[in-house]
């Protein structure tokens, strides 16, 4: 797969905002207004960049113990498949987040996928605790 010169822009923008300690601010700056989020645990698409942020920092809250780390990068054109890994609570979570970013190096897209199972598990009791605290 190449990578796009936007296509790498918009991965470097990614970076920059996991490594910066995942500034709300920049994350909204990033966000397309009509942005979807598919959560590993939700079945069904959740929509708008307010909903979209939710998740996505609450997700900064669960995963920002250290540990989080990506390991393995596929670009092409606009589109990323970032796989990760993490651990949380002793539990090795292995997981892939799918970004897709549009022509004006908005996120468009976001879908995170978990393994296992216990690490599934894991994920959704920590989130559910996040989104809670966080409403």
Known sequence: MNPSAAGRENLARW????EGGSDPAVLSDMLADDAVFHSPVVHTPQAGKATVMAYLTAASGVFGNGS???VRE??????MMLEFVAEMDGITVNGVDIIRFGDDGKITDFKVMVRPLKAINKVWE???SELEARS
Do not use: T
């Open 15 to 18: 970076h920059a905002y996991m």
């Open 68 to 70: 989080f780390r990506y």
């Open 74 to 79: 596929l670009v092409d054109g606009n589109e």
């Open 126 to 128: 920590m989130m559910a």
